[in-house]
């Protein structure tokens, strides 16, 4: 089945690092995305992660991968104003037809406080 | 800016009425994907073209058709309109065709149904 689920909202302190969370139930999921969404802006394609690794770092973003527990977090070090927004993970699904899709979760609001 | 550009940024019409979104993918993409952003049921995979051929479909209405021209442009239809289609419309951009191509995304058309 495809279900993605994140919290709804993070609230966290500028310079403190953030993790937001998601749960996939797609176990052959090879793509695990997330995507960044400022107010009436698009989704902004932030990293990815191969479902092989365990973790990705870019930057000040870290991806951890828990295939066993279908488990995801992106992890944002020292936090800034500018990261408030909405952040999506995507799970990825090839398609019947060689195509594919992107399978959203509900989005987690992350607000930064000064 | 990611490249994938989408006209009209807003869009209101009328119940009963049928509308055209238009999107442009990035430079060199040849599919084109597009997803439904609503408050009741989130982030959804509409439909995939690629190089003018429809390869994926998702929950999708019968009332909304797309298609993709020769210059990789692409045109989502939505007709019969009702109250519930009031959305953001999103169109993505990819190279290929099979998952693990990095998808981009336009700005959206936040089309509202009166």
């Known amino acids: 089945g495809e279900d993605v689920e994140q919290s709804l909202f993070l609230s966290v302190r500028e310079g403190d690092s953030s993790v937001i969370n998601c749960t996939y139930t797609d176990s052959s999921s090879t793509y695990l995305y997330w995507y960044k969404q400022e107010p009436g802006a698009g989704l902004q394609l932030l990293t990815y992660?191969?479902?092989?690794?365990d973790m990705k770092q870019d930057q000040r973003l870290t991806v951890l991968l828990n295939k066993k527990d279908k488990h995801l977090s992106l992890r944002i070090a020292d936090t800034q104003t500018g990261d408030s927004a909405i952040y999506f993970c995507?799970?990825?699904?090839?398609?019947?037809?060689?195509?594919?899709?992107?399978?959203f979760g509900t989005g987690t609001q992350l607000k930064v406080e000064l | 800016d990611s490249g994938v550009t989408q006209t009209p940024k807003h869009l209101i019409t009328a119940t009963g009425q049928r509308v055209t979104l238009r999107c442009s993918p990035r430079s060199g993409d040849l599919s084109v994907y597009w997803y439904q952003q609503s408050l009741d049921q989130g982030l959804q995979f509409l439909i995939q073209y690629y190089n003018g051929e429809e390869r994926a479909k998702g929950n999708i209405l019968e009332r909304f058709s797309a298609q993709q021209f020769p210059d990789l442009h692409s045109e989502l239809n939505l007709s019969s309109l009702e109250l519930g289609d009031s959305a953001l419309y999103f169109c993505?951009?990819?190279?290929?065709?099979?998952?693990?191509?990095?998808?981009?995304f336009g700005p959206g058309t936040r089309l509202t149904v009166t």
């Open positions: 993505a951009s990819s190279v290929g065709l099979e998952e693990g191509y990095e998808q981009y």
């Open positions: 995507a799970e990825s699904m090839g398609l019947t037809g060689g195509g594919n899709k992107l399978t």
């Open positions: 992660i191969f479902s092989n690794m």
